[in-house]
């Protein structure tokens, strides 16, 4: 079979030392010391309203962790609109609703990816049950499996103001990203955003402003230019 040709560039594995790739250091730092007592296993990431860059947060993300010598799996849970067979450049033929659906085990789906120590679940067809897929036994399990194999498990969601898909899968998650446009979201979504994860009890770990002005990342240039000319 051919290699699809990914839509997106993954800017962490592309330019791993761009100013950009250093703020996804820089947060999967963050996520590392957010807890010191709780291990954060499995970590979902939404976002209030769709086209805020999620996906993109997400693929970043696992790969910064991978590069991190942990063993990553990334979970496109977004079944209405799936992205992460895009953004890799692989096959969304068959992946999580198939597993859901026909009990298929954790190794029958698994992709690989360029990526040292990262594997990846697509989406998969898109089912007409997302949300009673998600909150099955089925699902449970896989999560199960996965917490025995993997360090950490990034899952890609739906927004959470547009379906409930998100808040189920926060309630077995034990962090929860936000990804907040910073140039489109008005206070008030991104406070709705976080009373929905807020009502099913989720831990929000943090929230990413995403789409910042550019201007923010001088101080990483001055840092790699110094490194540069030592």
């Not at 089925?138 to 969601?157: C, F, G, N, P, S």
């Not at 991104?190 to 995403?210: F, M, P, Q, R, Y």
């Amino acid at each position: 079979m051919s290699r699809l040709i990914p839509k997106w560039n993954l800017i962490t594995e592309l330019n791993p030392k761009s100013p950009i790739s250093e703020g996804y250091r820089m947060l999967r730092t963050n996520i590392e010391f957010s807890t010191i007592n709780q291990k954060l296993q499995i970590i979902m990431v939404t976002s209030s309203k769709p086209s805020e860059g999620k996906s993109t947060t997400c693929a970043n993300m696992a790969v910064a962790f991978a590069q991190a010598n942990k063993k990553v799996l990334l979970i496109d849970a977004d079944l209405r609109k799936p992205s992460q067979h895009h953004i890799f450049g692989k096959s969304n033929r068959s992946g999580l609703t198939t597993a859901l659906l026909n009990q298929l085990k954790l190794e029958d789906i698994i992709q690989f990816t360029n990526t040292d120590n990262l594997s990846i679940i697509q989406a998969g067809p898109t089912p007409p049950n997302p949300s009673e897929l998600l909150s099955s036994e089925q699902m449970a399990e896989l999560l199960k499996t996965a917490r025995e194999r993997y360090d950490v498990v990034i899952i890609d969601t739906p927004p959470i103001m547009s379906v409930t898909d998100a808040q189920i899968v926060a309630t077995q998650s034990d962090g929860v990203v936000l990804v907040i446009d910073s140039g489109k979201v008005k206070k008030d979504v991104a406070l709705k955003a976080k009373a929905s994860l807020e009502h099913v009890k989720a831990n929000l770990i943090g929230v990413v402003l995403n789409k910042i002005n550019r201007n923010h990342s001088d101080i990483y240039s001055y840092y790699y230019g110094e490194k540069t000319e030592a």
